[in-house]
């Protein structure tokens, strides 16, 4: 299987030392980064579904094709299917992540979101390096 070079791909990361969650999308085709976020300290499951969120508002605000996001994340893959998290952690994000997803389920239906496979392709390229 060939690795990917369209759509977008999708990491986070969290650093117990700084307390410090972020994730962010690059854009397959260009390399270039779409989105940056830090959300302070969190989880990295959390992350990584807000990272998949923020993908997908950006493929339906910017008709960008293909509709499809790389995860290496199976928590993010099924919280999005399931549109709505696992999390016990009260978090506003989350909350409005959820409510995203099932008012715009129509167009979210229309997006693909698939697991990177790190041990066929290497690591994502929107990983951050911190392992």
């Given at each position: 299987?060939?690795?990917p070079?369209?759509?977008?791909?999708?990491d986070a990361?969290?650093?117990t030392?700084?307390k410090?969650?972020r994730?962010?999308?690059?854009d397959?085709s260009?390399?270039?980064?779409?989105?940056?976020?830090d959300?302070?300290?969190?989880?990295?499951?959390?992350?990584?579904f807000?990272?998949v969120?923020?993908?997908?508002k950006?493929i339906?605000?910017?008709?960008?094709?293909?509709?499809?996001?790389?995860?290496?994340s199976i928590t993010?893959i099924?919280?999005?299917?399931n549109k709505r998290?696992?999390?016990?952690?009260?978090n506003?994000?989350?909350?409005k992540a959820?409510?995203?997803?099932?008012?715009f389920?129509?167009?979210?239906?229309?997006i693909?979101?698939?697991?990177w496979?790190?041990?066929?392709w290497?690591?994502?390229?929107?990983d951050?390096?911190?392992?």
């Amino acid at each position: 299987m060939k690795r990917p070079s369209n759509g977008i791909a999708t990491d986070a990361a969290h650093s117990t030392k700084n307390k410090l969650t972020r994730y962010r999308g690059i854009d397959l085709s260009t390399g270039r980064q779409i989105f940056l976020e830090d959300l302070g300290n969190q989880t990295v499951n959390i992350g990584e579904f807000l990272g998949v969120v923020a993908a997908v508002k950006y493929i339906i605000e910017n008709d960008f094709h293909p509709r499809v996001i790389y995860t290496d994340s199976i928590t993010a893959i099924t919280w999005f299917n399931n549109k709505r998290t696992a999390s016990g952690k009260r978090n506003t994000e989350l909350e409005k992540a959820g409510v995203f997803l099932k008012v715009f389920s129509a167009e979210v239906d229309k997006i693909d979101v698939l697991h990177w496979k790190n041990d066929l392709w290497g690591e994502t390229p929107a990983d951050f390096g911190c392992k």
